[in-house]
């Protein structure tokens, strides 16, 4: 069996306007939220590697799990804004000897990834949410929404 942990990052500042999209910090609730998420996690998974988009905010988001999770964590850039079709071909590329992969990404294609896998799921996806799928393969290459199990759903505001 494969579990994906799928996070939109924390919170991002809008402070300041004339920052680049891609290097825009988390606001004081996402420096906040992640960290809280990232404990809550630590009581119901391990992870075997987090993949982060390099964009500041998702980067930040995945360094509060890592520093909770003590999971190795690699940066992929491919995740920045991503479609729901390239976040699943980076799911599929994945080394078949990781079993717990968590994915942190933006918005649209982490809702678009998730409604694909779970069609019944019509919720957005709140920052910092959480979404943990497991998939009834023994690669990566093989998951897809017909052995896809919605197993947990969780956000900041509902903690």
Not at 46 to 70: E, M, P, W, Y
Not at 81 to 91: D, E, G, P, R, Y
Request: proline share 4%; net charge positive; glycine share 4%.
């Amino acid at each position: 069996m494969k579990k994906l942990l799928i996070v939109r990052h924390a919170k991002s500042s809008w402070d300041n306007p004339s920052l680049n999209d891609y290097d825009r910090p988390l606001n004081d609730r996402g420096k906040r939220d992640a960290p809280k998420m990232s404990f809550w996690l630590s009581k119901k998974a391990n992870v075997d590697l987090i993949l982060s988009s390099g964009a500041r905010r998702a980067l930040d988001t995945a360094k509060a799990f890592q520093a909770t999770l003590h999971s190795p964590l690699e940066i992929d850039d491919k995740l920045y804004h991503a479609s729901s079709k390239q976040l699943l071909s980076i799911i599929k590329s994945v080394d078949d000897e990781i079993n717990s992969l968590m994915i942190v990404s933006h918005n649209p294609g982490i809702n678009d990834l998730v409604h694909y896998l779970n069609s019944g799921f019509q919720e957005n996806v709140p920052t910092c949410g959480i979404l943990h799928f497991d998939f009834e393969v023994k690669k990566w290459s093989a998951t897809s929404n017909k052995n896809a199990t919605l197993q947990i759903f969780q956000y900041p505001k509902n903690l």
